[in-house]
């Protein structure tokens, strides 16, 4: 017979083993599931906050499929929390909104690994201007890259179209506008979008452009958080939403690839797209 003593030491450390081996969060157990076009908003904050409110070594699992945003999942004091996919081809959480996906605060042990951040809509198209004056730009849009109508822009981008990146050097050049009043980009002719502008530019007929709508939102943004680690994730997003954090430690960058357009034809972004403040 074992003593009551032992027994109760043999118990408790087979408890702490459970607890230290941690708990899996399915999001399907909490309403979200892939590839079925409705929004996973929801069911997947629901999954996370249980995690966090489970207080103990947790894992937010999702399955291989694409999921749908409409809004930011926040994650809030968590405590030795991985959220994790299937892998970077296998599961996709796709934005519709403009909108950062992944908010952290005041945690400490956040993983995000093994999975793929998109937006649909996309928050930027890009192309080849083809005629410009001092209240419009027109835009021959490349494919895969959209002639978006009724979008605001705020921000054009000269672009290289040979080392596939940002202008670098004497051929740097951007603009930030407050988009005029009333007016939102256009079909002029086919593939060609006009974009309004309130004020003068330097673009000439001919250079490559990225045009960016709305605000722009880094795709993952932690603060106030310690031992945070983003492991094989995959961004399809446009110039400067990356991942981006404040007043954050040990901050751990593996496998972490920028990329634009799913499913079409890929290219790297800078380094610079992957953005670490740490204040």
Same mark, same amino acid.
């Given at each position: 017979m074992i003593p009551v003593r032992r027994l109760s030491v043999i118990i408790i450390l087979c408890i702490q083993c459970v607890?230290?081996?941690?708990?899996?969060? /399915?999001?399907?157990?909490? %309403?979200?599931?892939?590839?079925?076009?409705i929004d996973d908003t929801a069911g997947i904050q629901a999954a996370v906050d249980a995690a966090i409110n489970y207080r103990?070594?947790?894992?937010?699992s999702f399955g291989s499929g694409t999921y749908n945003l409409s809004s930011t999942i926040f994650i809030i004091n968590a405590t030795n929390l991985t959220i994790t996919g299937q892998g970077m081809d296998q599961t996709f959480l796709v934005g519709n909104v403009p909108m950062t996906l992944f908010f952290a605060q005041y945690c400490n042990g956040l993983t995000i690994r093994s999975l793929s951040i998109d937006f649909d809509p996309?928050?930027?198209t890009a192309g080849y201007v083809v005629a410009v004056s001092n209240t419009y730009l027109d835009v021959q849009v490349q494919p895969p890259h959209r002639t978006d109508v009724n !979008?605001?822009?705020?921000? &054009? /981008? !000269?672009?290289?179209?040979?080392?596939? !990146?940002p202008a670098f050097g004497p051929d740097t050049y951007e603009i930030y506008q407050i988009p005029?009043?009333?007016?939102?980009?256009?079909?002029?002719?086919? %593939?060609? #979008? !006009? &974009?309004?502008l309130s004020i003068v530019t330097r673009f000439a007929v %001919?250079?490559? #452009?990225?045009?960016?709508?709305g605000p722009r939102y880094d795709a993952i943004f932690a603060h106030d958080l310690t031992d945070f680690t983003v492991q094989s994730v995959t961004l399809f997003t446009s110039w400067f939403m990356g991942t981006g954090t404040t007043r954050a430690r040990r901050i751990n960058i593996v496998d972490y690839q920028i990329k634009h357009l799913r499913n079409k034809k890929l290219h790297l972004l800078l380094i610079e797209e992957?953005?670490?403040?740490?204040l």
């Open positions: 607890l230290s081996s941690g708990k899996i969060f /399915h999001v399907s157990d909490y %309403g979200a599931y892939p590839n079925d076009n103990f070594t947790t894992t937010i996309l928050p930027f !979008r605001q822009v705020l921000g &054009i /981008h !000269r672009f290289d179209p040979v080392e596939m !990146r005029p009043a009333n007016a939102s980009t256009s079909i002029v002719s086919p %593939g060609v #979008v !006009r &974009i309004p %001919g250079e490559a #452009v990225v045009v960016i709508y992957i953005k670490i403040i740490c």
